[in-house]
């Protein structure tokens, strides 16, 4: 759990806590800064003039911040993140809940496809951008690799990983290759490799294959490349960025693109949302966590996925002002409803 920078300075009482959330909650619902008056309103148990000396102490600790002298005020990413940390994964409503199923349970999607709808209907339930990266395949074992010869000088490869994942692609050859060459050669890849990691498929051949005298010829070496070339940057399912457009922080055209740059840049945005091996665990990144300089008016909600032994990160992206506990429910549920269709990949 992160440690928001200033909380030290403050003795965080219950009143302190009450005050903050109440000031979180009220933001993410209306966008506009918050005085002490509606704080009070909200049944805080305190006087005006009692949360006004409480939010200016969170704000002395750097909780909260006022945009101008005489307004009211909003939370900073500490104060976000220490709304969050007070948090447990909250339940969706039934209602929602249900819904959410639904809508993916009735699609026949099957493989990327249905990366592409859980991205959709998440970025539909939050209002937000909703992004799927799909497991890192590289990690995978490889199962069976079929050599299909479609010309004199073009094969298909399909490579299948022991985790059920199935990918094919076309190979230009440099020479022409005979049928029963193609057979030979299929039969004898899966004998000495299968079983072997992806990642350490090429320096594997070189061992296993050297008696052969195929570890070296242009023909394996166009196969094994081609193998590794499928499972190497997981590919990304991005739905709902015209929501960014609806949320007041990115109607400012300079805010706007910066988002859309961040979705289009595929390293940052790998960088922004994969997760270590973090089991279930919902994860959040509020602003400058990310490390990402671009992305300080961004918050991350993401969870890991299980295919098989291997994982993929779901997530929401949107402002930091987004109403975090739906958002985790959101995620918490996705990722749970992913893990347990990873017979449709």
């Known amino acids: ?7 030290d300075t403050i003795a965080m009482s219950e009143r302190h806590r009450d005050v903050l959330n109440t000031v979180v909650r009220q933001f993410i619902l209306t966008a506009q800064p918050v ?12 006087s005006s ?5 409480v939010m200016a102490e969170l704000e002395a600790a750097g909780l909260l911040k006022q945009q101008h002298t005489s307004g009211g005020r909003i939370p900073t990413a500490n104060g976000y993140r ?18 959410f199923s639904r809508a993916i349970e009735e699609s026949n999607a099957l493989g990327e496809t249905i990366l592409n709808r859980f991205a959709s209907v ?15 395949l590289d990690r995978g074992i490889l199962e069976h690799i079929e050599l299909l010869q479609v010309a004199d000088e073009r094969l298909l490869l399909v490579v299948t990983l022991r985790e059920g994942m199935v990918k094919t692609i076309f190979i230009e050859l440099p020479v022409r290759v ?4 193609i057979v030979g050669l299929t039969r004898l ?13 090429q320096s594997e051949a070189n061992v296993r294959l050297a008696d052969t005298g195929l570890a070296s010829s242009e023909l394996v070496r166009l196969i094994l490349s081609g193998a590794e070339s499928l499972f190497g940057m997981p ?16 109607r400012h055209p300079d805010k706007l693109k910066t988002v859309i740059e961040l979705l289009e840049g595929k390293d940052i945005l790998l960088h922004l949302l994969e997760n270590e091996d973090i089991g279930n665990d919902v994860r959040v990144r509020i602003g400058v966590e990310s490390g990402i300089e671009a992305a300080k008016e961004l918050s991350c909600v993401t969870a890991n996925y299980r295919v098989g032994d291997l994982s993929g990160t779901i997530g929401i992206i949107g402002p930091t002002r987004m109403d975090y506990p739906r958002q985790m429910a959101l995620v918490g549920l996705a990722a749970n409803l992913l893990s347990k269709m990873q017979n449709k990949f």
């Open 1 to 7: 759990m992160r440690k928001p920078i200033g909380q």
């Open 35 to 46: 005085s002490s008056l509606t704080v009070a309103g909200k049944a805080v148990g305190a």
């Open 49 to 53: 003039a009692t949360i006004r000396n």
């Open 82 to 99: 220490t709304f969050v940390n007070g948090l447990t994964t909250p339940p969706l409503d039934y209602r929602s809940e249900e819904e």
């Open 122 to 136: 998440l970025a539909s339930a939050s209002h937000l951008i909703g992004v799927v990266l799909s497991p890192r």
């Open 178 to 181: 005979s049928a029963g060459e």
């Open 189 to 201: 890849i899966n004998e000495r490799l299968s079983g072997v990691q992806l990642s350490t498929l």
């Open 235 to 250: 590919s990304q399912s991005i739905a709902g960025a015209g929501h960014a457009l609806d949320q007041p922080e990115f």
